[in-house]
């Protein structure tokens, strides 16, 4: 089955700062790859995703880049601001088996003002 | 407004109890999920359903039952057997399981603790 890490566990940034969270998967069948963001109490909500027929996604200050030779891919937060302070997480579905993503142990961020 | 009902926010179990938590979603999503999330871990699938009257173990299905008998609704029972029941549970549920439409959209959560 597939299997994603993601790093860093926790991420510390000065408001203004980027941030960028990687995770990598190990089944080269995988085609989505949404992310999640996840604030104190809620559940996760979905802020950026892409397919594996992209390179790179922008909305906003948030982008996502893929690379499928590598089987990683990261989400990069330009400009960030205290209300970004919350656990990300990122997953991978192949288009195949069960369909079920496969997600992340999630990345804390913290920004400080 | 659209979206996933999660009840309770936070639930007490006692020792020997079986416990139900609700989920319950108006977007006329056919696909139907349960997560446990622990600190640290992620999110590790329970229960899913693709359809009413259908359902499928996950990876951590020991412990737990779930019923679907009717598309906006997929309750979960947390067990007697389920000896470590403390956690953050969430439901999901997408359009379809298969294809492009299976984004998922998540409630809010239960809390579930042991007495």
């Known amino acids: 089955g597939e299997n994603v890490e993601q790093h860093p566990s926790t991420l510390s940034v000065q408001e203004g700062d980027s941030a960028v969270i990687k995770c990598t998967y190990s089944d080269s069948a995988s085609n989505y790859f949404p992310w999640y963001k996840q604030e104190l109490g809620k559940g996760p909500q979905l802020i950026i995703d892409i397919r594996s027929n992209v390179g790179e996604k922008k909305d906003q200050r948030i982008a996502v880049t893929l690379n499928k030779t590598a089987k990683h891919f990261s989400l990069h937060i330009t400009e960030t601001q205290p209300e970004d302070s919350a656990v990300y997480f990122c997953a991978a579905r192949d288009s195949g088996g069960s369909y079920i993503p496969t997600f992340g142990r999630g990345t804390s961020l913290i920004v400080h003002p | 407004d659209g979206g996933i009902t999660q009840s309770p926010k936070y639930l007490f179990r006692k020792e020997g109890q079986n416990v139900t938590l609700s989920c319950e979603q108006n977007l006329n999503h056919d696909a139907m999920y349960w997560y446990r999330q622990d600190p640290g871990q992620g999110l590790r699938l329970i229960y899913y359903?693709?359809?009413?009257?259908?359902?499928q173990k996950g990876d951590i299905a020991e412990g737990y039952s779930v019923s679907r008998e009717k598309k906006e609704s997929f309750p979960l029972t947390v067990t007697s057997a389920q000896k470590n029941p403390t956690a953050f549970y969430l439901c999901?549920?997408?359009?379809?399981?298969?294809?492009?439409?299976?984004?998922?959209?998540f409630g809010a959560g239960t809390r579930l603790s042991v007495l």
């Open positions: 359903s693709q359809i009413v009257n259908d359902f």
């Open positions: 999901a549920s997408s359009m379809r399981l298969a294809g492009s439409k299976n984004i998922q959209y």
